[in-house]
């Protein structure tokens, strides 16, 4: 009930191509579902997040798609290039109601030249 | 910088030494969090603060010893640690307790027990 299952392990994407991860999760009381994108040496920062009430959210060349019915979310990086090597993690929280919150396994993306 | 400092950001120690890691932020959040990363494992809740009182401890170990004297620094205590404890220690930081716009994280404390 409370995992979050986070697929690939690892990704190896030619540049400009696109990059997709997937996670699903279980407990239907998470409401908040953010993506950290995390470099060698640093701490996760928070990347793009999107809440239930809609299916998709877009920033940049970052998109997550959600299926609520599924219980899946995605994480798509368009025109991936090399500087977007790093770790994703997904994460599910519930918001209300106290405190849980918790996140993928991670995935290491590598994005050749 | 992201908001949210860690130091050390290297520490080798002893199984006897004690010591300390420090976190601060500056963000005005409500919430404060220590995580441990590990190699392939998902990140580990350790504890959660919320306006300087603990509202979780994720069945850590009593070697693992949290203060959060006010709402902008958040210690983790070391003590006769055991080697599996080495990891990268993360601080985060978030609004709310309920963390709905995410965390802020630190760039971690990168922990070597010998």
């Known amino acids: 009930q409370q995992q979050v299952k986070q697929s690939p392990q690892s990704l190896i994407v030619q540049k400009g191509g696109i990059s997709i991860i997937n996670c699903a999760y279980e407990?239907?009381?998470?409401?908040?579902f953010p993506w950290y994108q995390q470099f060698p040496g640093k701490g996760p920062a928070l990347l793009i997040a999107i809440r239930p009430d809609v299916s998709e959210k877009k920033e940049g060349r970052f998109t997550i798609s959600f299926n609520k019915s599924a219980k899946q979310f995605s994480l798509h990086i368009m025109d991936s290039q090399p500087g977007d090597s790093a770790t994703y993690f997904c994460a599910a929280s519930m918001t209300a109601g106290g405190f849980k919150t918790i996140f993928g396994a991670g995935t290491r993306l590598f994005v050749k030249a | 910088e992201t908001g949210v400092t860690q130091t050390p950001r290297h520490l080798v120690m002893g199984m006897t030494n004690k010591k300390s890691l420090k976190c601060e932020q500056h963000l005005g959040h409500n919430a404060m969090y220590w995580y441990k990363q590990s190699a392939k494992k998902p990140l580990e809740l350790m504890f959660v603060?919320?306006?300087?009182?603990?509202?979780e401890n994720n069945s850590v170990p009593s070697r693992f010893s949290p203060e959060c004297p006010n709402s902008s620094h958040l210690f983790l205590h070391l003590h006769t640690l055991q080697p599996e404890d080495s990891a990268l220690y993360l601080c985060?930081?978030?609004?709310?307790?309920?963390?709905?716009?995410?965390?802020?994280f630190g760039s971690g404390t990168r922990l070597t027990v010998v």
């Open positions: 407990n239907t009381a998470f409401d908040y």
């Open positions: 603060y919320s306006l300087e009182e603990r509202v």
């Open positions: 985060a930081s978030s609004q709310d307790f309920g963390a709905s716009y995410g965390y802020t």
